[in-house]
C-alpha cells in the first residue's frame, strides 16, 4: 500500500483513503475491464497504484467466417494493447485461451499467478453473471483465491499471499439490481468518466454497433450508481469476503 493516505473532504472533515500499491484485475474478454471497472483503474493508477490486468480470452466469439478469425484476433490484441496504455496499465498478462473452463490445470496457473502477483486487491466479474466466461472466471478466480490464501496446492511451498479485499464488478451481462447482495460499494469516477468514454471510442472501434449499445449501457449505469451516492458517475463492486477479509474499502 502506498505510505502517503490520500484524503478526500467529507463535511469538512479529512478523510484517508488507503491506497493499494498493486490492484489484479481479471478481465474474461478484451475491453471488459474498460467497461466494467475502466474509471477505478484510472483513478487508482493516478493515485500511485501499480494494475496488472489478466486477459483470460482473446474474445473471438463474435467472428461469423472461420477465415476471418486470425484477421480479428490480430486487430483485438492490438486494440488490448492500445486500451493497456490508454489506462495506464502496469502490465497485461495475455492467457489466451479459446474458452474460461475449471480444471486443474486453468485453477494451477491463476493460482500461481495471485501468488506471484501478491496484489492488495482483485477484480473479477461476479459468479452469477449471465455470460458463460464470465461466470467461469468468476468461479476460477474464487477457487484460485482459495489455493492461493488458505492452501499450499500446485507449488504453494513458501508463497504466501493474502490480500486485502476482493471485488466483483458489475458488467452489461451481470446487472446489480438483480444481485442478491446486501453490501455495494461505488467509486466515483466522475473526473475520469471521460477519459474512459474517449478510451473506449478510440480503442476499440473494430467493435461497431457493440460499441454504442455498450457504452450506452456503462452511461445509464455510472449515472445510475453515481445518483445513488451523491456524485455523477460511479462504478460498482460486490466485495467477497469468504477467502479474502476486507481490509481495503475503495471509494
Known sequence: MSETPYYVKNDGVKVPIVVPKKIL??????????????????????????????????????YTKEQDRDAIAKVREQ??????????????????????????????????????????????PHPTDTHRSHRNTAELVKESVYHAVHGKAYGGHEKNVLP??????????????????????????????QEKV????????????????TMTWAEKTAKLRGEENFFEFGEAFIPQTEYVPLSILIL
Open 79 to 124: 486494440e488490448y494493447k492500445n486500451a493497456v496504455k490508454s489506462l495506464h496499465i502496469d502490465e497485461f498478462v495475455n492467457l489466451k485461451w479459446d474458452e474460461v473452463e475449471i480444471k486443474r490445470d486453468t485453477v494451477k496457473i491463476v493460482t500461481n499467478i495471485i501468488r506471484d502477483q501478491q496484489p492488495d486487491l482483485i477484480f473479477s
Open 25 to 62: 484485475v481479471f478481465a474474461p474478454h478484451p475491453d471488459d475491464e474498460l467497461i466494467s471497472c475502466g474509471g477505478t483503474i484510472l483513478k487508482y493508477s493516478a493515485f500511485g497504484s501499480e494494475v496488472v490486468v489478466v486477459l483470460m480470452t482473446q474474445g473471438l466469439g463474435g
Open 164 to 193: 486485502k479485499g476482493m471485488y466483483c464488478y458489475e458488467s452489461p451481462s451481470c446487472k446489480f439490481s438483480y444481485v442478491d447482495a446486501d453490501v455495494f460499494c461505488v467509486v466515483d469516477i466522475t473526473p475520469y468518466w
Open 198 to 213: 474517449d478510451t473506449f471510442n478510440k480503442v476499440y472501434a473494430s467493435q461497431g454497433e457493440v460499441l454504442e449499445r
